[in-house]
Structures are given as structure tokens and as C-alpha cells.
């Protein structure tokens, strides 16, 4: 069973640069697609983006521009979302998501494994 735990979130000042982690265990990474959605409260959770199993692709959400970079290291685990120039709008829970040999999944449905979910805050 894979799970997967989120970490780098908090409360930042807009215009700063966040770095958001997703370590899975179990089960065999590399097999995994994997993406990162966020969700604000009383808000239908959002597909922010997703990254193919090699990391060689990214496919992004329709709200997401250049300022979000999303990658991974297969040989640690993990995933990166990398947010620039944050907004008070970028203001949710994080979470990350995993889908077996799946291929630009960016329905909730499509995924498997789910994180806890990081809170990042963003003061204007």
C-alpha cells in the first residue's frame, strides 16, 4: 500500500517562493503518476498539475500559469511542487495524489493514493 505524506507548507508573505514535498512509501514509485491538487474550503478541490512517471512531462491545471514548476526524484520518493511569486489567491490545502501507471490524470477520481494535505497560507 503506498502512502504518501506532504510537507513544506505554512504561512508565507506574497511573492515568496514555496517548495511543497510528497514522500511516497511502499509500493514502487516509478510506477506512479502523480499530481498535486488543492482545495479551499466551501471550493470544489482544484487540479493544480500532474508529472508523468519518468518526470519527463508536466501537464497543468486550467488556473495554474508559469509561476508553478512540478517535478520529481524516483531515486528519493519524492515529489516537488515549486511555487513562485505566491498569491493570496494560491492560499489552500495541498495534497498530493498517486495513480498507478496512470497517464495525465487530472480527475480526483483517476487517482488512488492521497496525502494528508499541507495548509499553505499566503498574507498579502
Known amino acids: 500500500q503506498v502512502q504518501l505524506v506532504e510537507s513544506g507548507g505554512g504561512l508565507v508573505q506574497a511573492g515568496d517562493s514555496v517548495r511543497l514535498s510528497c514522500v511516497a512509501t511502499?509500493?514502487?514509485?516509478?510506477?506512479?503518476?502523480l499530481g498535486w491538487f488543492r482545495q479551499v474550503p466551501g471550493k470544489e478541490r482544484e487540479f493544480v498539475g500532474s508529472?508523468?512517471?519518468?518526470?519527463?512531462?508536466?501537464y497543468w491545471g486550467d488556473s495554474v500559469n508559469d509561476r508553478f514548476t512540478i517535478s520529481r526524484d524516483n531515486a528519493k520518493n519524492t515529489m516537488y511542487l515549486q511555487m513562485n511569486d505566491i498569491k493570496p489567491e494560491d492560499t489552500a490545502v495541498y495534497s498530493c495524489?498517486?495513480?498507478?501507471?496512470?497517464?495525465?490524470?487530472?480527475?480526483?477520481?483517476?487517482?488512488?493514493?492521497w496525502g494528508q494535505g499541507t495548509q499553505v497560507t499566503v498574507s498579502s
Open positions: 511502499g509500493g514502487t514509485f516509478s510506477t506512479l503518476g
Open positions: 508529472i508523468s512517471r519518468s518526470g519527463d512531462a508536466t
Open positions: 495524489a498517486g495513480c498507478p501507471y496512470c497517464v495525465r490524470a487530472k480527475w480526483a477520481y483517476e487517482y488512488d493514493y
